[in-house]
């Protein structure tokens, strides 16, 4: 059974960070390119980050570049999200993604809140 699983969110003042982890099971890992999404409240999903399967290809949403980094640990099956000089507008639900056999699989996601 495919399982991603989200962790790491929580409460940060504007300025702070955050390390969001993404532990999935049941697939090949090393075979897929991954991805963060975010879904802040009353707005449509968004593609913030999105790693290739080597961890080489790296690609970023314009507003984190700079601030954010997507990292995989493909021996662990881990991919992470490593939110630096958050801002208000980071806040929403962070959703781990991956495309395979042409379904999205999504994990629960994880809260994060930045306050002023």
């Known amino acids: 059974q495919v399982q991603l699983v989200e962790s790491g969110g929580g409460f940060v003042q504007a300025g702070g960070s955050l390390r969001l982890s993404c532990v999935v099971s049941?697939?090949?890992?090393?075979?897929?390119?991954m991805s963060w999404y975010r879904q802040a409240p009353g707005k449509d999903r968004e593609v913030v980050a999105s790693i290739g399967d080597t961890g080489l290809s790296r690609i970023y949403k314009d507003s984190v570049k700079g601030r954010f980094t997507i990292s995989r640990d493909n021996a662990a099956n881990t991919m992470y999200l490593q939110m630096d000089s958050l801002k208000f507008e980071d806040t929403g639900v962070y959703f781990c993604?991956?495309?395979?056999?042409?379904?999205?699989?999504w994990g629960q996601g994880t809260q994060v809140i930045v306050s002023y």
């Open positions: 993604y991956v495309l395979m056999n042409y379904k999205d699989v």
């Open positions: 049941g697939f090949t890992f090393s075979d897929y390119r």
